[in-house]
């Protein structure tokens, strides 16, 4: 049974530019969160998909935007990439009260 | 306030010892409050989840200890083995009973010497 995939596992990009991170949740999860976690610290939620609509949204300006997809695939979007997005890039896939499984995550570098 | 404030930051024990981590929140709404292991590389993998409803719950090594009136919750590892060390985070979440939107600890990195 596969978990929750993420592509790709490390990404380095240039300030200024836009990056798309990719994710497949887990088989017979219907929900998808995103979580940015940077070094050292603990996940940060940035939004959370479900029936491809925004259901809720963390701390995080607009730049950062995502995509759910009707077979419950998901992607994030981050524009004018900053040194800060520099980080852990965690995406976790649920069904209702069902805890959350994480995916091992896209390591993104910021130069 | 929505957070979570975990300690300590770090931790050594010996094998066979106990682990403990603690938490404490503020957020009166939340309802749900998993811990997670995070090794280097990989993504948090649930370890073991609390409802307020109960003080104590336990799964083979691992329990946690659930103080609603404190706003506290901790870890215990009994036994703590080698391949206990990792990263751990409590977590907690309040938003209709969804396990998204957790809110998590800064971490605490355990050791466990041979």
């Not at chain 1, 949204?57 to 997005?85: C, M």
Request: net charge positive; aromatic share 12%.
């Amino acid at each position: 049974d596969a978990g929750v995939t993420q592509s790709p596992t490390h990404l380095i990009k240039t300030r200024g530019q836009q990056v798309t991170l990719r994710c497949s949740p887990k088989s017979g999860h219907d929900t998808v969160s995103w979580y940015q976690q940077a070094l050292g610290q603990g996940p940060q939620f940035i939004f959370q998909y479900y029936e491809e609509e925004e259901r809720q949204r963390g701390n995080f300006p607009d730049r950062f935007s995502g995509h759910q997809f009707p077979n419950y695939s998901s992607e994030l979007n981050v524009n004018a990439l900053l040194l800060g997005d520099s980080a852990l890039y965690l995406c976790a896939s649920s069904l209702g009260h069902e805890a959350s499984t994480f995916g091992s995550g896209t390591r993104l570098t910021v130069v | 306030q929505q957070q979570v404030k975990q300690s300590p930051q770090s931790l050594i024990v010996q094998k066979g010892g106990i682990s403990i981590i603690n938490c404490a929140y503020e957020n009166t709404a939340f309802d749900y409050f998993p811990w997670y292991q995070q090794f280097p590389g990989k993504g948090p993998a649930l370890l073991i989840a609390i409802r307020p409803d109960v003080s104590e719950k336990k799964e083979g090594r691992f329990t946690i200890s659930f103080n609603k009136s404190a706003k506290q919750f901790s870890l215990h590892i009994m036994d703590s083995q080698p391949g206990d060390s990792a990263t751990y985070f409590c977590a907690a979440s309040g938003w209709g009973g969804s396990q998204g939107n957790l809110i998590f600890g800064k971490g605490t990195k355990l050791s466990v010497k041979p």
